[in-house]
């Protein structure tokens, strides 16, 4: 499938009603799982029995990033649950490229994530080991936030940097992702496009995917 790639985030999902939830986005591409850990970021979510769960309930790929410490330590897990890429997050760990090629050798799918207030620049040498790179529109932990369209600099970065190496490596943009914000995202060169709130707020949230997708592939 090419891009664009919408991926409703399921933090904003109903927890009490999850599997129905994913069924209602059948129509999206990817479902993104948001793990946090209460340290990494200031909040707690879920971890690999949900995501398990929530693997058992759909074909769609499980894009799972992880807002934790030691994401060396989980992996394993989470692989185990089910994830089809794993994104962590490079203020977390002091090799992001052994991680990404324990990934890989594992037959996971490798990402990294860079918060607001970490440049892209010292990790552009590195991105033939990553299947996938988040850049952050919010600062991560919440949903629900103003998208930061000042971040979109850092999608022009990355977006020059793969296609003068000839990369596939996937850009995905994360946070405050609505009909108002998307068309930005799309022309700065974003592949994938994570949204909570404005899926699962929406009340056809089908409909929500599916109008995202448009706007994206404007
Ligand atoms: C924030 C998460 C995002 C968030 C997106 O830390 O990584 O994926 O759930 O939610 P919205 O789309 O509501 O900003
Ligand atoms: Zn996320």
């Given at each position: 499938m090419p891009a664009p790639y919408i991926a409703p985030s399921?933090?904003?999902?109903?927890?009490?009603?999850?599997?129905?939830?994913?069924?209602?986005?059948?129509?999206?591409?990817?479902?993104?799982?948001?793990?946090?850990?209460g340290h990494f970021v200031p909040n707690l979510s879920f971890g690999p029995d949900v995501t398990a769960a929530v693997d058992g309930v759909t074909d769609q790929e499980l894009d799972v990033h992880i807002m934790i410490e030691e994401p060396e330590k989980w992996i394993d897990a989470y692989i185990k649950a089910g994830a089809d890429t794993i994104i962590f997050h490079v203020e977390a760990t002091d090799d992001h490229v052994a991680l990404a090629k324990e990934l890989r050798e594992?037959?996971?799918?490798?990402?990294?994530?860079?918060?607001?207030?970490?440049?892209?620049?010292?990790?552009?040498?590195?991105?033939?080991?990553?299947?996938?790179?988040?850049?952050?529109?919010?600062e991560p932990g919440f949903g629900g936030q103003k998208f930061m369209p000042e971040m979109l600099d850092?999608?022009?970065?990355?977006?020059?940097?793969?296609d003068e190496k000839g990369l596939h490596t996937?850009?995905?943009?994360?946070?405050?992702?609505n009909e108002d914000?998307?068309?930005?995202?799309?022309?700065?060169?974003?592949?994938?496009?994570?949204?909570?709130?404005?899926v699962f707020g929406?009340?056809?949230?089908?409909?929500?995917?599916?109008?995202?997708?448009?706007?994206?592939?404007?």
């Open positions: 399921i933090l904003a999902a109903d927890y009490a009603n999850l599997g129905d939830d994913v069924e209602k986005v059948a129509n999206a591409d990817w479902i993104h799982v948001d793990i946090m850990d594992k037959g996971c799918k490798a990402g990294f994530a860079i918060k607001p207030g970490t440049p892209v620049e010292p990790y552009l040498a590195d991105l033939e080991h990553f299947d996938e790179v988040i850049v952050m529109s919010v850092k999608v022009r970065t990355l977006r020059k940097a793969i996937i850009i995905e943009i994360d946070g405050g992702i914000t998307i068309t930005q995202a799309a022309e700065a060169g974003v592949d994938a496009f994570v949204a909570g709130s404005a929406a009340a056809d949230p089908a409909a929500a995917v599916e109008k995202l997708r448009e706007l994206a592939s404007k």
